[in-house]
């Protein structure tokens, strides 16, 4: 049987191998960090881990560009496309200035415009050497690396010391809304590039120094990188990058670059809006220190105890005085009135009424006096036109009662004698004060108005 005292012993001794081992393999490797940009200006590149945090961020990966892209609500863009220019070779174009052991002055064009300038005509340098399409450099693991989605710029292909080269690049944009726009650089061995031209405005620097954006030590470094102003681009139209690289006596001069141009306009997030939109058309309305809708934002006009909100968004006051008491008449037969004539109308009840429009409502008590069916009809009118009337039909016999409504509207342009009138299909028929069994008074006919307006 084994011992255990030598089983622990050798475990010890595989741990401790282990342990060296893994030291020994994690040193090979090189240390992965992860870069944090902001619009494509780098603000961290020595963790390897980010947190994002605050309600209704969102975090989502992007391959093709080899990045995370990071939503932050409150300020959308609505990106619609992402031009990439890079130095692929394709229109790229080089003047060697080196001759002998030292550089020619960059060319001025027949316009007096400098080699950089956007309209720049290609002129020969004094050494004779001429403009023509730059070297794609093979990669080198060693040497420079390239960014991603670009290539090795290799202008000049016989190493001098200090050698310089001038670099210009047309490219085109599409039309558009330019919302944001990034360049980066690299460039070696150092000093590597001069300034940066972007359509005859410096917008940066390609020198590097070593440990910087290029170093054989350290060839995947952090590249140079320049937020540009969308207002120095050109959409639709053609415009011109260039540069210059100074090698020196030992290696070629070689560079790498991107510019991203991004399109779209400003955005809308349905789950939040801007504090500069309240109380702005197509915004929202502020709330008062009761957390309400204050009632100026409601509607146009005067919001009191008198007025109310019409369906145009308009502060109205009531019709009838916003209100104030209402105008009612009543007035009642103070005793039987006997129809004598047949389909004669009688006026048996009358109301003044003023101007305005008018409710008008009569209502009599009808007594048959005949043994016959006999027909009532009353109407509501001013002597002239009625506004309303109403028929029935009583059944035969000597006092049946029927109380019979008459309902009309009516506006007057001037105070009017407003009736009640009532005929009969037989003679002596009668309309009466208050009803015939149980009375408890004279209002079994009445006439009554009620002023709407």
């Not at 400098?114 to 050497?129: D, I, L, R």
């Not at 053609?238 to 540069?243: D, E, M, V």
Request: aromatic share 8%.
């Amino acid at each position: 049987m084994a011992d255990p005292k030598a089983i622990q012993l050798l475990e010890g001794i595989y741990a401790r191998v282990d342990k060296q081992v893994r030291e020994i393999v994690q040193s090979m490797l090189p240390s992965v960090t992860v870069a944090a940009q902001d619009d494509g200006s780098v603000i961290a590149n020595d963790h390897r881990i980010l947190n994002f945090q605050g309600p209704g961020v969102t975090v989502s990966d992007d391959p093709g560009r080899r990045r995370v892209n990071i939503f932050v609500p409150g300020s959308p863009v609505d990106s619609t496309a992402t031009t990439v220019v890079t130095n692929t070779g394709v229109g790229v174009r080089g003047l060697d200035l080196q001759s002998g052991g030292s550089n020619a002055s960059p060319p001025i064009d027949g316009g007096g415009r400098q080699w950089w300038h956007p309209s720049y005509v290609e002129t020969n340098a004094s050494n004779g050497n001429t403009w023509g399409n730059v070297v794609i450099s093979p990669f080198d693991p060693t040497q420079l690396h390239p960014i991603p989605g670009s290539r090795i710029v290799e202008a000049k292909s016989n190493p001098g010391a200090l050698a310089r080269e001038l670099i210009r690049h047309p490219f085109s944009l599409p039309s558009g809304t330019i919302s944001t726009a990034q360049f980066q650089i690299a460039s070696g061995p150092p000093p590597g590039s001069g300034d940066v031209y972007l359509n005859g405005t410096v917008i940066g620097r390609g020198g590097t120094t070593p440990g910087s954006s290029w170093d054989t030590a350290h060839p995947t470094a952090p590249y140079l990188s320049y937020s540009i102003s969308p207002s120095l681009l050109l959409p639709g139209a053609t415009n011109t990058l260039a540069t210059d690289i100074v090698g020196d006596a030992d290696l070629n001069c070689e560079c790498t670059y991107v510019l991203s141009v991004n399109y779209g306009t400003a955005g809308a997030d349905s789950r939040y809006q801007l504090l500069s939109e309240k109380n702005a058309a197509n915004g929202y309305a502020g709330l008062d220190a009761g957390t309400r809708v204050p009632t100026a934002r409601l509607g146009s006009g005067t919001a009191d105890n008198t007025t109310y909100l019409r369906g145009d968004q308009t502060w109205a006051t009531p019709a009838g005085g916003g209100g104030g008491s209402l105008t009612f008449l009543t007035t009642a037969l103070s005793a039987d009135f006997t129809l004598t004539s047949v389909s004669t109308y009688y006026d048996i009840l009358t109301l003044s009424l003023t101007s305005g429009t008018w409710w008008v409502e009569g209502i009599f008590n009808a007594q048959n006096q005949n043994s016959s069916a006999t027909d009532f009809v009353g109407k509501v009118w001013d002597g002239t036109t009625a506004s309303g009337s109403a028929q029935s039909t009583m059944p035969g016999g000597v006092g049946f009662v029927e109380q019979i409504p008459v309902v009309g509207v009516v506006t007057l342009g001037s105070t009017t004698t407003y009736r009640l009138a009532v005929a009969a299909g037989r003679a002596s028929q009668k309309v009466m004060a208050a009803t015939t069994n149980f009375g408890s008074g004279n209002h079994a006919t009445r006439l009554s108005a009620l002023k709407v307006s």
